[in-house]
């Protein structure tokens, strides 16, 4: 394992120019120590444009180095993960001035201890980019120090590239998520648990922002196979006699104990529940857990189970030969776990970016870490649309002080809360059609086939479970634009989409869940300064009812397809309080919906449904004479009903 340097800035040479001019060293560690930063909380806060070019660097010629600033924890009580990602930081940037730097410019590291505090993690972020020019910053580790800087690395342009695993529901055009979110370890992990050891769960989790994220993830999960919740706790991890929870879990007939638990407390509950016999009786699902995590249990933590991107123990070649380059850095004793890995693939991501841009410009590279695919130790990374990673996953055990695999889950790709498909919801959302002429069902049943100039008037939205005191939004979507082909074919989206239908907002509960929503029953002004409805919609939508406090952002447009067929979604939102929207911008195509999302804390849908518009009904387009939504008898026979929904 790497070790910290004990002076404020470590330098290594070698870095040679792709000139072949041997140069002296420019890459540089910098470390500022936890009383400079805590002096840092007295600095004024800044809230206007990053001074100087936000756009770029501070490379002052041709071989000036790229800064890359790391956002970690030294202090604090998780510095083993910052120590950890350090050690996978270090060694990329070690290859890469090793082989003539990046465009010309060797990589400068300067690292930020964030204290595991969220008010250092913000002003050390301010530092990194205000003072350091940093091009990106790489962290933090916790989930509370993420929440803290990611509003500010948004404000001031600069990506941000978050190596470790989380709860999901950050997004924005300047954050990159380079392991993993709930459906690819806890949603993988729960079902092989639940198949291999039984169905009766113990939730129990530190007292953090990312448990509670974890088991609000995890309760659904749960929910869908089938199992039962029989206790959930927090703990502090301040006792000093952990026997009673002990007691507790053991006496509760639980199968598998879900345990969502770092720092404080946890190497004093293993030991004490291993020498208690616990987990000689359920079966430990334990999430996060890494080979950083092993020397603390003294050899005690048996019998448990996760799913990581990375084992140490794995024979595949590329996993070897990293395994070689990080000990022969970090010692041949150091601990390498996923975290050494991830960090390691996030530098290497932007150099990548880099040279795919071509240039040293904030902008370009963030354009260029969207879509790009990285060789990594584990199989190819992808970050894709909603920059979330798609990565090559395992189930891993416990055994003899490392973890070993237990079985190969191939490639997951990332869902996030934000990160929207064409599913239906369970219970669904009821959306209902006046169908033009009647002559076949207006309710929307998940994939059910509708002819576009059949649906002009906007939908009877209702849901049953929406709540008597809450607001929500309701919003129409379509992720297939001008695709050049037809669903259900597999064929991409086009450049327009995702295009914007219908967005409204502040819908009462008790109108859901009773009469429904429909867009005649009020006379809001889309939104502020735009004009009224009545004059907005151009005719869409019909009547007028007594005002409400709605807010109709983008009225109903109805599908319009030149050919073929478009998919289209319609998603439930609840809101945390009444909201006081900003107008949509033009046009309606291209729209950032998770920037829509996450602006207004809308987290995940509630509800949704989806449903397909075609553009004729005449053969030989359909195939078949057209029979509305009887979804079986058209374009669905041999494809399962609507197995390809969730494709886009």
């Not at 756009?55 to 993960?81: H, M, N, Q, R, W």
Request: charge should be negative; charged fraction near 20%.
């Amino acid at each position: 394992m790497s070790s910290l340097p004990n002076s404020s800035e470590a330098v290594c040479r070698g870095w040679r120019p792709t000139d072949g001019k041997r140069r002296a060293a420019i890459f540089r560690t910098k470390l500022l120590p936890i009383t400079a930063l805590v002096s840092l909380l007295y600095l004024p806060a800044v809230a206007g444009p990053l001074k100087g070019n936000p756009a770029s660097s501070a490379t002052d010629g041709p071989e000036s180095p790229i800064k890359i600033g790391a956002l970690l924890p030294f202090s604090g009580g998780v510095e083993l993960y910052g120590e950890q990602a350090k050690l996978g930081i270090d060694l990329a940037a070690q290859e890469i001035n090793s082989q003539g730097g990046v465009l010309g410019h060797p990589l400068e590291i300067i690292y930020v201890d964030d204290g595991t505090r969220p008010d250092i993690a913000l002003n050390g972020a301010r530092k990194l980019i205000e003072q350091d020019g940093a091009l990106a910053v790489i962290g933090p580790i916790t989930s509370q120090n993420l929440n803290a800087v990611a509003q500010t690395m948004q404000d001031h342009k600069t990506p941000l590239l978050y190596a470790t695993n989380y709860e999901g529901g950050q997004s924005g055009r300047y954050f990159f998520a380079l392991s993993t979110v709930p459906n690819q370890d806890l949603g993988q992990l729960l079902p092989y648990m639940g198949q291999t050891f039984g169905k009766i769960f113990y939730l129990l989790g530190a007292d953090r922002v990312w448990p509670h994220k974890m088991f609000e993830a995890a309760e659904p999960v749960l929910s869908q196979i089938g199992a039962k919740i029989i206790g959930k706790e927090y703990t502090l991890g301040q006792e000093k006699d952990f026997t009673p929870l002990i007691n507790r879990i053991a006496d509760s007939q639980a199968k598998i104990l879900l345990l969502a638990w770092k720092g404080d407390g946890l190497e004093q509950f293993i030991s004490q529940a291993s020498d208690q016999g616990l987990f000689k009786k359920v079966a430990v699902a334990f999430l996060g857990l890494s080979e950083t995590d092993l020397p603390l249990f003294h050899g005690k933590g048996e019998n448990m189970f996760v799913v990581v991107p990375f084992v140490a123990t794995s024979d595949a070649p590329g996993v070897r030969s990293f395994m070689d380059r990080a000990r022969a850095r970090g010692g041949a004793d150091a601990v390498i776990s996923n975290y050494v890995v991830t960090h390691y693939d996030a530098v290497m991501a932007v150099k990548a970016a880099l040279e795919r841009a071509g240039k040293v410009d904030k902008e370009e590279i963030v354009d260029a870490l969207e879509g790009l695919s990285l060789d990594t130790p584990t199989g190819v990374v992808t970050i894709g649309r909603n920059h979330h990673s798609t990565m090559n996953m395992v189930v891993a055990k416990t055994d003899k002080g490392a973890l070993v695999t237990t079985r190969d889950l191939g490639e997951i790709e990332p869902q996030t809360p934000n990160d929207l498909s064409y599913i239906t919801s369970a219970p669904p959302l009821e959306v209902t059609f006046g169908v033009a002429g009647g002559h076949y069902s207006g309710a929307v049943t998940g994939g059910s086939l509708f002819l576009q100039t059949d649906i002009t008037d906007a939908p009877l939205v209702r849901f049953s479970q929406a709540k008597p005191g809450k607001l929500y939004t309701l919003m129409m979507l379509d992720f297939d634009g001008n695709a050049s082909g037809s669903w259900p074919d597999k064929v991409a989206p086009g450049k327009n989409a995702p295009v914007r239908h219908w967005i409204v907002g502040n819908i009462p509960g008790a109108l859901l869940r009773t009469s429904g929503y429909s867009e005649d029953q009020q006379t809001t002004p889309i939104a502020a300064g735009s004009p009224a409805r009545s004059e907005a919609t151009n005719g869409v939508g019909r009547g007028s009812v007594a005002p409400a406090a709605m807010t109709v952002l983008q009225a109903y447009r109805y599908p319009h397809i030149p050919v073929v067929s478009d998919r289209y979604g319609i998603y439930l939102f609840e809101q945390e309080k009444r909201i006081e929207f900003d107008p949509v911008p033009d046009p309606i195509t291209n729209f950032d919906y998770r920037d829509f999302i996450n602006k207004y804390r809308l987290s995940d849908s509630v509800a949704s449904n989806w449903f397909v518009a075609i553009y004729t009904s005449e053969q030989p387009f359909s195939g078949k004479p057209f029979h509305g939504n009887d979804v079986s008898a058209t374009w669905h026979h041999d494809l399962g009903k609507g197995d390809l929904g969730r494709e886009r």
